[in-house]
């Protein structure tokens, strides 16, 4: 499976941008990639702070044939993108439920996930945000980015191509996916 690209400067919302693309063309998948974000968007109508040179992506594909719930698909976006950050920091990445990707106890990733039926198809927009470089200051919800934990300042373009190729290399494997085997992925 090939995610097509949707590259954008600026934005309101990633999600909300898939959400368009989905109900005003035929794609069936893809990625939507911003570098600026306006209104980012987290659980429950939360603000998502998104800085300048961290991640802000949504991918997008139908799950017509897939028999999992929304919250083992949450699961399996978060061990996804726990892979990911694995490729650039060895010590331990741990997740919160039902969604968030913790460092030291700090939050460094959100995923918001939303379901989408357009055309007699259903779709699972999966919302990515990942602190490269710097992140907000939430009260009571510390967070961190790679570059306060690295000191290596991550190429966001090779970090995205990485994200693409896990995720074309796993929705295929999806309407056949055990959650008994969640920890094969």
């Given at each position: 499976m090939?995610?097509?690209?949707?590259?954008?400067?600026?934005?309101?919302?990633?999600?909300?941008?898939?959400?368009r693309i989905i109900k005003n063309s035929k794609n069936k998948s893809g990625i939507v990639i911003a570098e600026t974000q306006k209104k980012g968007r987290?659980?429950?109508?939360?603000?998502?702070?998104?800085?300048?040179g961290n991640l802000f992506?949504?991918?997008?594909?139908?799950?017509?044939?897939?028999?999992?719930?929304?919250?083992?698909?949450?699961?399996?976006?978060?061990l996804l993108i726990k892979k990911l950050l694995s490729f650039y920091?060895?010590?331990k990445i741990t997740i919160?439920?039902?969604?968030?990707?913790?460092?030291?106890?700090?939050?460094?990733?959100?995923?918001?996930?939303?379901?989408l039926t357009n055309c007699?198809?259903?779709?699972?927009?999966?919302?990515?945000g990942i602190n490269l470089i710097k992140s907000p200051c939430i009260s009571n919800y510390p967070t961190t980015n790679f570059l306060e934990l690295t000191n290596i300042k991550i190429d966001k373009n090779k970090a995205i191509l990485k994200l693409i190729k896990i995720y074309e290399k796993f929705i295929p494997k999806l309407p056949k996916f055990n959650i008994i085997n969640i920890d094969k992925i």
């Amino acid at each position: 499976m090939k995610l097509k690209k949707f590259n954008f400067k600026k934005v309101n919302s990633t999600n909300d941008l898939a959400i368009r693309i989905i109900k005003n063309s035929k794609n069936k998948s893809g990625i939507v990639i911003a570098e600026t974000q306006k209104k980012g968007r987290g659980r429950f109508g939360k603000k998502w702070t998104s800085y300048k040179g961290n991640l802000f992506v949504s991918i997008f594909f139908t799950i017509d044939k897939i028999n999992l719930t929304l919250e083992q698909i949450t699961k399996i976006n978060c061990l996804l993108i726990k892979k990911l950050l694995s490729f650039y920091y060895k010590k331990k990445i741990t997740i919160k439920k039902p969604n968030d990707i913790m460092i030291n106890k700090k939050k460094i990733s959100g995923i918001l996930q939303e379901k989408l039926t357009n055309c007699n198809q259903t779709f699972i927009i999966i919302g990515i945000g990942i602190n490269l470089i710097k992140s907000p200051c939430i009260s009571n919800y510390p967070t961190t980015n790679f570059l306060e934990l690295t000191n290596i300042k991550i190429d966001k373009n090779k970090a995205i191509l990485k994200l693409i190729k896990i995720y074309e290399k796993f929705i295929p494997k999806l309407p056949k996916f055990n959650i008994i085997n969640i920890d094969k992925i």
